[in-house]
């Protein structure tokens, strides 16, 4: 397919497929604020984070300030409010529309940041999750437990199965076709332009520093380093 | 308790399409394997298909990539078993999830599926939504009968915690397998594999993970969901737990072992998808299960399963080989709950 074709394309058939984001967000008018999505979501256990009061919010018209806060990316998408929802309520598919309206609003890139290279691998590969392993800790695990290298690729062998899992080139190629003509493949590179000094989302919920363990009160980590 | 009117929509077929999931096949490769090993074993096909790429819900609902990117992508990989006339198994939550709800939105909004497909002609595919995309554990108690049959390692004496995860019965509270709360489908395949299924208060805690939150806020909101599970685990004296998505075993394999290294905890609950288990105990070899691939060792779970054995059989010889004991428990389970 050519350069220019393709553009064709992404200006034909991107529009008609937009409309296909507005089928997730659920009728949250429904909502009774009964607060039973909230007793059982993890964000809320470790955080001041409200589900509840972000509907509240939506419904009376501070949308604007969910758009903006960083609540709206605190959300561990586990569908345990969903599943107690008393009204059926899909809160999480609300979450990410919102998500997608903050990023419009030009808030939220210092998050989706972090997650562009596994959007690149999924575009250049055709997996979001590749072999290669940096965390030495995993590492050096993985070469105790398996008495190989630790290199997945000696591992898979190991196992009788190839040393790497493919994906056919055509696959590929019509991967990265949908992603040019959806506008997926602009959206990563206009992410990746993003400087640090764009607007940062605005704080609203606090971290709370105690999570009850059957044992009594456990109080926190101490600052670490990152190795994840 | 799986729920009849859903067990009965879910076909047994002799081949289905195994839709592989690239956390299995990047980092713990046995899932996989071990998935071949035990339909194999019980008489089932699984096909696979390089043309299949990742689900792409990852992405998705990290809003990184955009529905209108995605949906198409779902509608493609779904073309490939449509076209060869089988029907799904997913192995992780999140391809399960990912697939099935656009699947259905698709199949619910004819003229957005009109312009997907449009988009999948211009590849020379085309998505009609009848290959049925089903769970590994919608699949698995389907076969239970077959499953017994080859059981030839029981797993007796072995403690068993269960790890359901959030996606498959949260978000589909409607139409998963069993209740989202109160489960038992993997409870009643660890006692067709000889185990013993343990209850822990945790048990419907996240992992920790969520979507996102390990890569967007680090550690600080995931790590003290895993401690109070893994805190619950340890009070029930498990020697394993089980998984049916290898994103939750990704998690807590590797989150304990961060626990370990930092000196916050002293965890070691080997963590295994339900069909390494079950392969195991239809005596495949763990290392061809591939338990080498996971960060906290599976070692002394095997070596206590050793000894349950050997202690079980001098006991028969003892006694002149006579078949059964009543009472398995030794002061192994003593000695694992210390260790
Ligand atoms: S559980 Fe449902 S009805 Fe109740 S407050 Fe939450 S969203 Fe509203
Ligand atoms: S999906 Fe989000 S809002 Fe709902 S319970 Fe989970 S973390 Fe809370």
């Not at chain 1, 964000?43 to 509240?56: G, K, L």
């Not at chain 1, 808030?107 to 562009?116: H, R």
């Not at chain 2, 096949?25 to 298909?49: C, H, N, Q, W």
């Not at chain 2, 003290?224 to 075993?249: G, N, T």
């Amino acid at each position: 397919m050519s350069k220019v074709q393709t553009k064709r394309l992404r200006r034909e058939l991107y529009p008609k497929l937009r409309e296909l984001t507005f089928g997730f967000v659920s009728d949250l008018e429904k909502c009774m604020q009964c607060g039973k999505c909230v007793g059982i979501c993890p964000a809320a256990a470790v955080t001041t984070y409200n589900s509840r009061r972000m509907i509240h919010d939506i419904k009376s018209g501070n949308l604007q300030e969910v758009i903006e806060s960083e609540e709206l990316w605190s959300c561990f998408f586990c569908s345990a409010c969903y599943a107690s929802c008393p009204q059926d309520i899909n809160f999480p598919f609300t979450v990410a529309m919102l998500r997608y309206a903050s990023l419009y609003a030009g808030y939220g890139a210092e998050y989706v940041k972090k997650i562009i290279p596994y959007a690149q691998d999924y575009y250049a590969r055709g997996l979001t999750v590749l072999q290669p392993e940096k965390n030495p800790l995993v590492l050096a695990r993985r070469k105790a437990n398996s008495g190989t290298s630790g290199d997945m690729g000696d591992i898979r062998e190991q196992i009788g199965m190839p040393r790497e899992r493919k994906v056919s080139d055509e696959a590929l190629a019509e991967v990265q076709f949908i992603s040019d003509v959806s506008g997926m493949t602009k959206l990563m590179e206009r992410m990746l332009k993003t400087d640090d000094a764009a607007p940062k989302t605005r704080q609203r919920i606090e971290k709370v520093e105690t999570v009850k363990t059957r044992e009594g009160k456990f109080a926190g980590f101490p600052e670490e380093q990152e190795n994840a | 308790m799986p729920r009849p009117e859903v067990m009965a929509r879910i076909p047994v077929d002799d081949e289905y399409f195994l839709f592989r999931s690239c956390v299995a096949s990047s980092k713990y490769p046995g899932m996989e394997s071990s998935t071949k090993d035990v339909f194999e074993k019980i008489g089932v096909a699984l096909r696979e298909s390089d043309d299949q790429t990742c689900c792409a819900g990852f992405i998705t609902f990290t809003s990184v990539a955009e529905v209108t990117a995605t949906m198409p992508a779902v509608a493609r990989n779904l073309s490939i078993p449509d076209e060869a006339g089988l029907n799904t198994v997913t192995m992780c939550n999140g391809c399960y999830t990912f697939l099935t709800e656009f699947g259905h939105f698709l199949q619910n909004n004819p003229a957005i599926l009109g312009k997907v497909n449009e988009m999948l002609k211009m590849v020379g595919r085309e998505y009609t939504g009848e290959s049925q995309v089903l769970h590994m554990i919608d699949v698995l108690p389907k076969l239970q009968d077959r499953i017994a049959k080859q059981i030839v390692r029981p797993l007796k004496g072995l403690r068993i915690a269960t790890h359901y995860g959030c996606h498959y019965l949260y978000g589909f509270k409607k139409d998963a397998i069993d209740d989202p709360f109160t489960p038992t489908v993997v409870e009643d395949l660890l006692e067709v594999a000889g185990a013993t299924p343990v209850d822990y208060p945790e048990a419907r805690t996240c992992c920790g993970s969520g979507l996102t939150q390990v890569v967007i806020h680090k550690e600080e909101l995931s790590l003290p969901h895993m401690k109070a599970k893994f805190d619950s685990l340890k009070e029930a004296e498990v020697d394993a737990i089980v998984v049916v998505c290898p994103y939750c075993l990704t998690i807590l394999d590797r989150g304990q072992a961060k626990m370990v290294d930092r000196g916050i905890a002293d965890y070691e609950v080997p963590v295994l998808y339900i069909t390494q288990l079950l392969g195991l105990a239809m005596g495949i070899d763990p290392v061809k299960l591939g338990l080498g691939a996971n960060i906290t060792s599976a070692q002394k779970f095997l070596d206590k399963l050793e000894r349950l054995e050997k202690s079980r059989s001098t006991a028969d010889a003892a006694r002149g080989g006579a078949p059964k004991r009543p009472e398995e428990k030794t002061t192994d389970d003593q000695e694992a709950a210390n260790a």
